[in-house]
């Protein structure tokens, strides 16, 4: 069965360090997510991704926070300079015919 | 403002039992309505779905109960068992928009 891969599974950064996160989607896909969960709380979006632009964006998506499809399979969630409440689980999704495939999730942490 | 609802936030079942989470919502250009199923450190995982021209549809245990005119769906897990435990979150949206997902529901299935 498909499924979107995330890399890496866990990353510490010091605050103020800017990250990247990866995620390579379902291939036959058009339409990527990112979401985040904080600990033990609801899963909330952060942008939505198609054609090659932001197609939508919350209010947790600001200035700090960037996406990009560098080279057609891997899609990118960067955060320029962490914050201690950017530390959450990162979920990258893509949507086919049948609905969202989540990955597993990057988890944050920001010491 | 939330855009759904879901309660209740936990729910602990014996074996067998019959768990049955909800969730209402205001929006009614809302036209999918998915449960998503989440184990500790892994992403949710899409387990059924339901569209407004139906009231109920099942999937082996799992079974969504829809009411348009109340603006609320359910969800029912038969015969629970140990491995259902699990957050459960709802979700809605239309078209192309973004998911937004409830707040959870943590259960507990005790042998």
């Not at chain 1, 201690?84 to 049948?98: I, K, N, P, Q, W």
């Not at chain 2, 491995?83 to 192309?96: I, L, P, Q, R």
Request: charged content about 20%.
């Amino acid at each position: 069965e498909p499924e979107v891969t995330q890399t890496p599974s866990h990353q510490v950064t010091q605050m103020g360090q800017e990250v990247i996160l990866r995620c390579v989607p379902i291939s036959n896909h058009l339409y990527f997510y990112w979401y985040r969960q904080i600990l033990g709380q609801k899963v909330e979006f952060l942008v939505s991704f198609y054609n090659n632009e932001i197609s939508e964006k919350s209010e947790i998506f600001d200035d700090q926070f960037s996406v990009e499809r560098p080279d057609g399979s891997n899609f990118t969630l960067k955060i320029r300079s962490t914050k201690l409440e950017d530390s959450a689980m990162y979920f990258c999704a893509s949507r086919g015919t049948v609905g969202y495939t989540f990955g597993s999730g990057t988890r944050l942490t920001v010491v | 403002q939330q855009q759904v609802k879901q309660s209740p936030q936990s729910l602990i079942v014996q074996k067998g039992g019959i768990p049955i989470i909800n969730c209402a919502y205001e929006n009614t250009a809302f036209d999918y309505f998915p449960w998503y199923q989440q184990f500790p450190g892994k992403g949710p995982a899409l387990l059924i779905a339901i569209r407004p021209d139906v009231s109920e549809k099942k999937e082996g245990r799992f079974t969504i109960s829809f009411n348009k005119s109340a603006k609320q769906f359910s969800l029912h897990i038969m015969d629970s068992q140990p491995g259902d435990s699990a957050t459960y979150f709802c979700a809605v949206n239309s078209g192309n928009t973004p998911l937004v997902f409830g707040k959870g529901t943590r259960l507990s299935v005790i042998a």
